[in-house]
Each structure stands twice: as C-alpha cells, then as structure tokens.
C-alpha cells in the first residue's frame, strides 16, 4: 500500500476523491480534524455509495484502536458480499489482511490526519480488488479521534 499524507494526491487522484477531501478540508477549518456531528452526509450525495463511517470505539489493552462499522455504504456492501454494519473491523473487513486493515486505521488515529491509499489486493475468493481510498479523521473536542470517513471507489487503471 502506498500512502500519501500530503496534497499532492489531489493532482492525480480521482474528482470523487478530490470532492470529499475538500468537503472535509472545509469542515475542518484550520483544525487537525473536524468533529464528527459536522458531517452532513448530505453534502456528498453521489459518494455514499462508496463510504464507510468507522467508530473507534476505543483502544485494547495494547494500545490499538477498537474499530467498527457504523455506516456501510451500497457499493462497499456489495464489494464484500455481506453488509458488516454494526461489526467490528475485525469481523467483517475487506483488505489484503486483517493486520493491514487494522494498521491503516491506526495510522489514521495515531496520526490524526487524512491517508489516501490506493489499493490492490487479492480477496480469499481470488478475486482481485483495485480501489482509490481516503481515509478522513473526525474528532472530539479533546482532540482525539472519534470516527473515520473512508470513501472508496474503484481504480480504473487497475493492478499494473
């Protein structure tokens, strides 16, 4: 996986990409994030197909994030072939591996900032999977993070 923190993805990612990055840039002002009672899911109609809204619902004994699915959208429900709303991330994730998964959203949390991360990976059915993501952080008011925005779509130039 390759991340990307800076903005530099914005001039090679998709416009849908693009289109969520700056609605959550402008949410959050000149803050590390915004709080998650900001977010209108109404503001990004066409992309709610492809989000996920990931809680953290804490952190486990060794320090690592305890993540579950709160919002899935059409197309991730699709993608998976199951809906894991309302599971953890550990029970219904969709990526190369479980520790991948996990490592991507403890970046997230730790870091307290956005992580685009174009993907490509083999599901356990041999399917391959090529998708643009980006990762978006809400948090409290005492700073730490509270949910993750993922939005998601499909990588047209595929595995190369």
């Known amino acids: ?5 800076d903005r530099n993805f914005l001039t090679t990612t998709s416009p849908m990409i693009k289109a969520v ?10 803050r590390p994030m915004p709080e998650r009672a900001e977010f209108d899911p109404s503001a990004i109609p066409r992309h709610l197909p492809g ?3 990931v809680e953290v619902e804490g952190v486990d004994p060794n320090g690592v ?9 059409t197309m991730e429900v699709e993608n998976r072939g199951h809906n894991p709303t309302g599971k953890l991330v550990s029970e ?4 190369a591996s479980l520790e991948e998964s996990i490592a991507t959203y403890e970046w997230v949390r ?3 900032t956005c992580l685009y991360a174009p993907l ?13 993501s980006i990762l978006l ?13 993922v939005y998601s779509e499909p990588n047209d130039a595929g595995f190369k």
């Not at 990055?21 to 000149?30: C, N, P």
């Not at 490509?120 to 643009?132: A, G, I």
């Open 110 to 112: 730790r870091n307290k």
């Open 92 to 95: 219904g994730y969709f990526g």
């Open 51 to 53: 989000v996920l809204l």
């Open 65 to 73: 994030g305890i993540y579950r699915y709160r919002v899935v959208g």
């Open 21 to 30: 990055f700056t609605y959550w840039d402008r949410l959050r002002g000149d």
């Open 137 to 149: 952080p809400f948090g409290t008011a005492s700073g730490d993070v509270s949910h993750i925005l």
């Open 1 to 5: 996986m390759t991340n990307h923190t």
């Open 120 to 132: 490509d990976f083999v599901t356990d059915d041999h399917l391959p999977v090529s998708e643009l």
